[in-house]
């Protein structure tokens, strides 16, 4: 298979990239398409686990969960001034 890259600066920059490490263009090209599919499968699973934690405390709060049984103004730590406590 065979890639033609009809962008100059592209073409600019693995030129580049080729003569700063002494790598073949083809070899290069193979190690940065890795990295980029390997980049967007840590972000797939990135979103998926904050998903599922979003979905767990979603679940807690449907639940009733209580975290904290204090009343909100104890929580928030306000006199009846507005000033913290």
Do not use: F
């Not at 940065?32 to 998903?51: K, P, T, Y």
Request: net charge negative; aromatic share 2%; proline share 2%.
């Amino acid at each position: 298979m065979s890639i033609t890259i009809e962008n100059a600066e592209a073409e600019a920059i693995l030129a580049d990239l080729a003569a700063r490490t002494s790598r073949a263009e083809p070899d290069l090209l193979l190690d940065l398409l890795r990295r980029e599919r390997s980049r967007l499968e840590a972000d797939a699973e990135r979103r998926v686990a904050d998903g599922l934690a979003a979905d767990a405390a979603l679940r807690k709060v449907r639940r009733g969960d209580v975290v904290d049984a204090h009343a909100s103004d104890e929580i928030l730590a306000y006199d009846e001034n507005g000033l913290p406590v």
